[in-house]
């Protein structure tokens, strides 16, 4: 059993390590990952911020927690389009036939997927802090934030794994991620929901992206996040969950 497990991490570290390898010859990924969001955040603060009444002096600060989901979904759209070039090329074939753990081709893009948009999540706060973001959480609330951002990574991940494994095309396998990226618009992530039509508050108030940032902004202002930290584990691990099973399934189809 014990051989098992070292075979399997040892596997797991070499493809992680060549995922890696990837991203570090073509930094440009991270930096087009960080472009659209820092952008974002540029525009509503400098732009639009005058004119939303969000109830706090900092808007940046209101602004934060959407502004990393939102760099988080536009990261996870390279792991589908790694994904699908392994698939077409047959590289995911030609690592099944070597003595290695088949499951580590698929965890390698994971890791690196949650590698790479820790990176990406620095750069984007880096930049908030020079437009004057500012936190009086703990070092336990930022653990708190770090872990909950990991996780919806995770939950992006495994559904961008299915999308890269499942596609036809280049463009099917990364087209996945624009609703993602959109979806914190319908939420509380650049304005409260209180300003919002009936139907779409509905939707906005019940849907992931709000809870998830109402928790992060709850801790990096260091207040109570109440019942928001439940709803938002429950959706990260239900997602992560159903999306691993359905990603695994899509994987032995291609391997086989």
């Known amino acids: ?17 060549r995922s890696m390898r990837h991203i570090f010859r073509s930094m440009d990924t991270i930096f087009t990952v960080c472009i659209t969001p820092i952008a974002m955040m540029l525009l509503f603060v ?22 990393l989901l939102i760099g988080i979904a536009s990261g996870v759209a390279y792991v589908a389009y790694r994904l699908f070039l392994d698939k077409q090329r047959g590289i995911i074939e030609r690592f099944h036939s070597m003595p290695i753990a088949r499951s580590t081709v698929l965890w390698g893009h994971v890791l ?14 880096l930049v908030a802090l020079m437009m004057g973001f500012r936190s009086s959480a703990g070092i336990l609330s930022w653990l708190a934030v770090a872990g909950i951002l990991v996780l919806f990574t995770l939950a992006l991940t495994w559904v961008a794994a299915i999308a890269g494994l499942s ?15 959109f979806l914190p618009f319908i939420s509380s992530a650049f304005v409260p929901t209180d300003s919002m039509p009936k139907v779409v508050r509905a ?31 429950a959706w990260c691990l239900g997602v992560i969950m159903v999306a691993y099973l359905f990603a695994v399934r899509a994987y032995k189809r291609t391997a086989a």
Request: charged share 10%.
């Open 1 to 17: 059993m014990e051989a098992t497990k070292k075979h399997f991490f040892s596997d797991m570290s070499v493809m992680l390590g």
């Open 46 to 67: 400098y732009v639009f911020g005058g004119a939303i009444q969000t109830g706090t002096e900092n808007y940046v600060n209101y602004l934060l927690p959407g502004i």
């Open 112 to 125: 690196t997927s949650v590698v790479s948009n820790v990176i990406s999540v620095a750069v984007i706060i």
């Open 167 to 181: 596609a036809k095309t280049v463009e099917g396998a990364s087209a996945f991620s624009y609703p993602l990226i």
């Open 203 to 233: 939707f906005a108030e019940n849907q992931p992206v709000t809870s998830i940032v109402e928790t992060i902004r709850a801790l990096l202002s260091n207040q109570p996040v109440g019942n928001d930290i439940w709803i938002a584990l």
